[in-house]
């Protein structure tokens, strides 16, 4: 099977701008999660969707948002961009929820985000 | 906050040698997970403990869970350069959410 994938792989934004990133789960996962990595705050979890719907929901602003599509597809969307937005964001896809014994998260390589 | 915390930070050792980090966590979980990172890359799974596990292998991996002291340990055998990475403890609850520790950054020298 392929494995998550994201897209943009590095983003470039001016603050005060909106960005919009995507991340394709493995075939068959319906869960899709999204976590900010920064240096000083290390992984941080943003929030979970499962069948459309959002499940968990991190401590972040409601700058922060996301929806997933029926193909189990997700975005996430940054509006207002912040300097402190800067990081590294990834996605994780699992087949938990779905009957699976295990919820292994598997990551895509994650979008690199710089605002200037 | 429930993240957990890994311990050391940072760790340097020699190609041959063991590694071991360890990781402590706040509130009860239904497993807990480890997880490899290269530099700036995203996060491989390497190997999940349950909760009524105590012990478990895979490969040179050797991770232990002690849930009355609510900490793991991850051990490394026979260390290699391509083992240069962070490492990172992920604990799962009841909840679904995952916690993901601060990380341990191990340095394999040639």
């Known amino acids: 099977k392929a494995g998550v994938t994201q897209t943009p792989r590095y983003l470039i934004k001016t603050r005060g701008q909106q960005v919009t990133l995507s991340c394709s789960p493995i075939?068959?996962?319906?869960?899709v999660s999204w976590y900010q990595q920064t240096p000083g705050q290390g992984l941080q979890f943003l929030f979970e969707?499962?069948?459309?719907?959002?499940?968990n929901k991190g401590n972040f602003p409601g700058r922060f948002s996301g929806r997933q599509f029926s193909n189990s597809r997700s975005e996430m969307n940054v509006s207002t961009l912040e300097l402190g937005d800067s990081a590294l964001y990834l996605c994780?896809?699992?087949?938990?929820?779905?009957?699976?014994?295990?919820?292994?998260?598997?990551f895509g390589p994650g979008t690199r985000l710089t605002v200037l | 906050s429930q993240q957990g915390e890994e311990d050391p930070q940072a760790l340097s050792i020699q190609e041959g040698e063991n590694a071991t980090m360890n990781c402590s966590y706040k509130?009860?979980?239904?497993?807990l997970q480890w997880y490899r990172q290269n530099s700036g890359r995203g996060l491989v799974h390497l190997i999940l403990?349950?909760?009524?596990?105590r012990e478990k292998h895979s490969g040179r991996l050797r991770v232990t869970l002690d849930t009355s002291k609510k900490s793991s340990s991850l051990l490394i055998t026979a260390s290699r350069a391509a083992d240069t990475a962070s490492y990172f403890c992920?604990?799962?609850?009841?909840?679904?959410?995952?916690?993901f520790g601060t990380g341990t950054s191990l340095t394999v020298i040639p």
């Open positions: 403990i349950r909760s009524n596990e």
């Open positions: 994780a896809s699992s087949s938990r929820g779905s009957g699976a014994r295990t919820d292994t998260q598997y």
């Open positions: 992920a604990t799962s609850n009841t909840g679904n959410q995952f916690y």
């Open positions: 075939s068959g996962h319906r869960s």
């Open positions: 509130t009860s979980i239904n497993n």
């Open positions: 969707y499962f069948s459309e719907t959002q499940r």
